[in-house]
Antibody
Framework: QVRLQESGPGLVKPSETLSLTCTVS????????WSWIRQPPGKGLEWIAD???????YYNPSLKSRVIISIDTSKNQFSLRLSSVTAADTAVYYC??????????????WGQGTLVTVSS | DIQMTQSPSSLSASVGDRVTITCRAS??????LNWYQQKPGKAPKLLIF???SLQSGVPSRFSGSGSGTDFTLTISSLQPEDFATYYC?????????FGQGTELEIK
């Protein structure tokens, strides 16, 4: 079955850029939307952005000015860059595949998540 | 953006109880509503999609209903492994949003 695995630094300094990669295994990255979702410690889930396999991105307006999502179909990977980070960006970051039924989209499967801490 | 409000925020129940969690959208979302279960330290797991469709492999004691703005997740007979946090998520708007979560605790 399809598996997702996040990778990237666990510690980022304030004002710097957070960079994460999600590697997809057990299936093709093509013909799907792929998302990044985050969860601050002890809090709820926030959708960050998604990208279709053809490279079309869509961003959460609240983060749009700081986020870039990209995809590399040759490597079966997609990536997240979040600039000018602050302590408020400390969270577990998940990657996930979007599945659909008509116009309804849901997230399944998910990666295991990676904790990114913003601290000097 | 579409706000999703779950109630209650936390709930204490016993094994064997029937439990209902409610999710209300700030505007109509048709049936574009999904439910997830999250256990501590783990990624969320899809339970229900399109308001009432049970994801493959999910026990039949889980069910979902609703359309428009009001939705419910019901667990017919709580099992020990069901104690977790539950989230609803809408996809009517491309700016996907989640409810704040309902923490289900053992009484």
């Amino acid at each position: 079955q399809v598996r997702l695995q996040e990778s990237g630094p666990g510690l980022v300094k304030p004002s710097e850029t957070l960079s994460l990669t999600c590697t997809v295994s057990g299936g093709s990255i093509t013909s799907y939307y792929w998302s990044w979702i985050r969860q601050p410690p002890g809090k709820g889930l926030e959708w960050i952005a998604d990208i279709y396999s053809n490279g079309s991105p869509y961003y959460n307006p609240s983060l749009k000015s700081r986020v870039i999502i990209s995809i590399d179909t040759s490597k079966n990977q997609f990536s997240l860059r979040l600039s000018s980070v602050t302590a408020a960006d400390t969270a577990v970051y998940y990657c996930a595949r979007e599945s659909r039924d008509g116009y309804n989209y849901w997230f399944d499967p998910w990666g295991q998540g990676t904790l990114v801490t913003v601290s000097s | 953006d579409i706000q999703m409000t779950q109630s209650p925020s936390s709930l204490s129940a016993s094994v064997g109880d029937r439990v209902t969690i409610t999710c209300r959208a700030s505007q109509t979302i048709n049936s574009y509503l999904n439910w997830y279960q999250q256990k501590p330290g783990k990624a969320p797991k899809l339970l229900i999609f399109a308001a009432s469709s049970l994801q493959s492999g999910v026990p039949s004691r889980f069910s979902g209903s609703g359309s428009g703005t009001d939705f419910t997740l019901t667990i017919s007979s709580l099992q020990p492994e069901d104690f977790a946090t539950y989230y609803c998520q809408q996809s009517y708007s491309k700016e996907y949003t989640f409810g704040q979560g309902t923490e289900l605790e053992i009484k």
